[in-house]
């Protein structure tokens, strides 16, 4: 598969600008992703999947994300959402991936549908912004909050088929711009109770997928693995911008006449930013590897893998930041894919799931023995 993916690259880098001034990666680009079986990663066997597993699909990630970081957030959610799809129940994955495997899903958490219970169901009327990859999606999951008796409502995903949504073209941004971030729009949409998946049950590895899907990275809390979709390709990117920047650099000259690659404080940052590259992948393996222990319930560990993963981001935004300052302002060229790799990590650290406000708070919390906080959905 890294064969595969790395014969894509040229193609991917050739295609990076063309993403940035359409919004959105090529429907070529979405269409190889498929056909080298990117979608097959983290699907069940039973259904057509591979199953090679969490690290897997991080390793691959991290090299498309050397070419494009859009084209490697897109991927990183091409791979992910089947296995979060294969944690709903048998119905609703049937439903996707019977007529075979290599289908794009596009998802997002935020609970911001309208929920009606219906006979059967309910019924959902939503316009959420920010969906990933949905140019080349043909189903959608989405959240949203339902009412129960017996206190706080259910966080709860739901399984949207393509003819229940339209996109509209929202997604106007510095960063991440080929990511076709858009907003999808459900108008009083039927769902059954089968197409649904509570995030509690993902979270405490209770899903219904669990008892059908035996492999270890189905049966894995959220926790462990929710970040590393958002940090895969920042990583990718960073890296990607490093061996860019080293190549550059090796035959560059100074003003002055002398070989640039020769400064000691050019030798030092670049040593600097790779060495925080990679205590950036070793805190994601040791994410990946908690991922799958039989105690990875245990909340010192979940708690861990969330302040982790946002430590990652930061050690790679700390990695762009030395990268970019040494390029100098020829590293602010439009055409660099030095700025365009620092303009993207900066934007996906921003997410939401990397706030290391909340994540380190989360790990603090647990240190001093204090209850979780019921805010806090993910861990």
């Known amino acids: 598969m890294l064969d595969d993916v790395r014969a894509l690259l040229p193609a991917i880098r050739a295609r990076a600008e063309q993403s940035e001034r359409d919004r959105s990666i090529p429907r070529e680009s979405a269409q190889e992703f498929l056909d080298i079986g990117l979608a097959r990663v983290l699907l069940p066997r039973r259904y057509g999947g591979t199953e090679l597993g969490l690290q897997a699909w991080v390793d691959l990630c991290i090299e498309i994300g050397k070419a ?37 899903i596009a998802l997002t958490f935020t609970p911001t549908s309208k929920v009606e219970f219906v006979e059967g169901g309910y019924r959902l009327s939503c316009a959420i912004p920010y969906l990933s990859g949905i140019n080349h999606s043909t189903r959608v999951v989405i959240g949203g909050m339902v009412p129960t008796d017996r206190g706080p409502p259910d966080w709860t995903l739901f399984l949207i088929p393509g003819q229940d949504f339209t996109v509209k073209d929202t997604w106007q941004t510095v960063g991440m711009r080929g990511t076709g971030s858009n907003t999808v729009v459900v108008e ?48 990718g990117a960073a890296r990607g911008a490093l061996e860019d920047y080293r190549a550059w650099t090796a035959e560059r000259v100074s003003l002055f006449g002398s070989q640039v690659a020769q400064y ?23 994410c990946v590897q908690d991922a799958e222990r039989p105690d990875a319930t245990r909340h010192d560990l979940r708690t861990r893998a969330y302040r982790d993963q946002s430590r990652a981001s930061e050690l790679i ?31 996906a650290a921003s997410h939401v799931g990397l706030n290391p406000e909340v994540s380190f708070a989360a790990w603090g919390r647990q240190q001093f023995g204090l209850e979780r906080d019921p805010k806090q959905g993910m861990f």
């Open 188 to 235: 009083d949409v039927f769902v059954p109770f089968e197409h649904t998946l509570r995030v509690d049950d993902m979270r405490e590895s209770t899903t219904p997928g669990t008892k059908l899907n035996k492999a270890g990275m189905f049966r894995a809390p959220w926790i462990y693995y929710a970040g590393l979709t958002f940090v895969a390709p920042m990583l």
């Open 317 to 347: 935004v700390e990695a762009i930041d030395m990268i970019m300052k040494i390029s100098g302002a020829a590293g602010f060229a439009s055409t660099s894919s030095i700025q365009r790799a620092w303009r993207d990590v900066h934007f």
């Open 264 to 286: 000691t404080s050019i030798q030092v940052h670049l040593a600097r930013a790779a060495a925080n590259l990679d205590a950036a992948e070793l805190l994601m393996q040791r």
């Open 68 to 104: 494009d970081a859009a084209h490697a957030w897109c991927a990183s959610l091409m791979m992910h959402h089947p296995h979060y799809l294969a944690q709903f129940p048998d119905s609703a994955q049937a439903d996707v991936w019977g007529d075979g495997p290599d289908v794009s």
